[in-house]
């Protein structure tokens, strides 16, 4: 069974860090693609980064372009949002998120998502 498991939200100041991880376990990890999503208060979820399987090949919604690195340890079954130069209006709960494709049937996977606050 599938679980996937954030941790690292909290409270930062505008301009601060943080570093959030999703610990994966139930499948084999390394052989997945891994997504951080978040949802703002009142807003839609959206997608925010995506690495792929090997960890070779990162993607990242503008919005976060130099500010927020995904990476990943295939050993440990953990990828890490490595967030910096934090703005108000990042201020949302991140979630990770895989997803497997079977029989043409598409399943999706979340964890229960991981509080981030930005505020001075």
């Known amino acids: 069974q599938v679980a996937l498991v954030e941790s690292g939200g909290g409270l930062a100041h505008p301009g601060g860090s943080l570093t959030l991880t999703c610990d994966a376990d139930g499948f084999t990890f390394s052989k997945y693609n891994m997504r951080w999503y978040r949802q703002p208060p009142g807003k839609e979820r959206t997608l925010v980064a995506l690495?792929?399987?090997?960890?070779?090949?990162?993607s990242y919604v503008d919005s976060v372009k130099g500010r927020f690195t995904v990476s990943r340890d295939n050993a440990k079954n953990k990828m890490v949002l490595q967030m910096d130069s934090l703005k108000p209006e990042d201020t949302a709960i991140y979630f990770c998120?895989?997803?497997?494709?079977?029989?043409?049937?598409?399943?999706?996977?979340w964890g229960q998502g991981t509080q981030v606050t930005v505020s001075s």
């Open positions: 690495i792929t399987a090997d960890g070779g090949s990162t």
């Open positions: 998120n895989t997803w497997r494709t079977r029989d043409g049937i598409t399943n999706e996977y």
